[in-house]
T-cell receptor
């Protein structure tokens, strides 16, 4: 167990729908990162939050949004879902704002299937 | 545009053999090159990493070779074991840490007994 908890593990939904993925970081970690993993693109950085505030943005679509709550858990919201959004979504956490790569821990991911 | 190119996509190696995975990059501003190991149903986990001021780093059976002039780096797994069967990702980081981490597309390694 890495200490980073992601729920749900699997999600199947229809095109056009909206889903919320949840991540609880490792105890003591203030930074949360979201990644999308698809077969042909590898791991793509989406967004980072540090202590409740957005810290960095990557290749995140406008249909996607995220937030980090006072208890430091984070949610990734995906709306107007398309077939191409089917992927594994990973959350990672670290203690530092800029990212201590040795303390950068991934959760087990949420597999999203859009049908 | 893939910032880090990884090959091969899949690799089958006999137990006891050497597994070699290669990565190449273009951006000379990258200053940190980690490798991640991912088992089915799990997230990637940091395996070993190197900075461009050294040409090789070894940790147990895992070695990174780094060629700065060629902008290439590779992972060598010596005496490969069935338990090494996993997907391996190379990555490269810009100064600033994890929010500037670019991953390769992964190599699925299968070690057969």
């Amino acid at each position: 167990d890495s200490g980073v908890t992601q729920t749900p593990k699997h999600l199947i939904t229809a095109t056009g729908q909206r889903v919320t993925l949840r991540c609880s970081p490792r105890s003591g970690d203030l930074s949360v990162y979201w990644y999308q993993q698809s077969l042909d693109q590898g791991l793509q950085f989406l967004i980072q939050y540090y202590n409740g505030e957005e810290r960095a943005k990557g290749n995140i679509l406008e249909r996607f949004s995220a937030q980090q709550f006072p208890d430091l858990h984070s949610e990734l919201n995906l709306s107007s879902l398309e077939l191409g959004d089917s992927a594994l979504y990973f959350c990672a956490s670290s203690a530092n704002r800029g990212g201590d790569l040795y303390g950068y821990t991934f959760g087990s991911g949420t597999r999203l299937t859009v049908v | 545009q893939q910032q880090v190119k990884q090959s091969p996509q899949s690799l089958i190696v006999q137990k006891g053999g050497i597994s070699i995975i290669n990565c190449a990059y273009e951006n000379t501003a990258f200053d940190y090159f980690p490798w991640y190991q991912q088992f089915p149903g799990k997230g990637p986990a940091l395996l070993i990493a190197i900075r461009p001021d050294v040409s090789e780093k070894k940790e147990g059976r895992f070695t990174i070779s780094f060629n700065k002039s060629a902008k290439q780096f590779s992972l060598h797994i010596m005496d490969s074991q069935p338990g090494d069967s996993a997907t391996y990702f190379c990555a490269a980081s810009l100064p600033g840490g994890a929010n500037n981490l670019f991953f390769g597309t992964g190599t699925r390694l299968t070690v057969i007994p």
